[in-house]
């Protein structure tokens, strides 16, 4: 059975940090192309930041900078750090596999609120 469970999300203050996990299980991690996304109330599911199974990496240029994606394959786990957090940065974000098959986790509220 392949599952994602995500987690790290929380209530943060604008300009702070939170670090979100996602460890998958079910799949051979190390050849997903991995990535997460988030969507915000009223908005469409977006694009935040990839990484592919040799480790490149991909970024919304909204989050360019602050946030920082990364893998351990040895722990089928993917990270995504965020600094510098913005009010505008408040979404569930989700962990995404993609390879022959494609699979979602099932999200992390983010809410970045003083």
């Known amino acids: 059975q392949v599952q994602f469970v995500e987690s790290g999300g929380g209530l943060v203050q604008p300009g702070g940090s939170l670090r979100l996990s996602c460890a998958g299980s079910?799949?051979?991690?190390?050849?997903?192309?991995m990535g997460w996304y988030r969507q915000a109330p009223g908005k469409q599911r977006e694009l935040v930041a990839q990484?592919?199974?040799?480790?490149?990496?991909n970024y919304a240029g909204s989050v360019k900078g602050r946030f920082t994606i990364s893998r351990d394959n040895a722990k089928n786990t993917v990270y995504l750090q965020m600094n510098s957090l913005k009010p505008e940065d408040t979404a569930v974000y989700y962990c995404?596999?993609?390879?022959?098959?494609?699979?979602w986790g099932q999200g992390t509220q983010v809410t970045v609120s003083s």
């Open positions: 995404h596999a993609a390879y022959y098959s494609s699979y």
């Open positions: 079910g799949i051979i991690f190390s050849s997903y192309l």
């Open positions: 990484i592919t199974s040799g480790g490149s990496t």
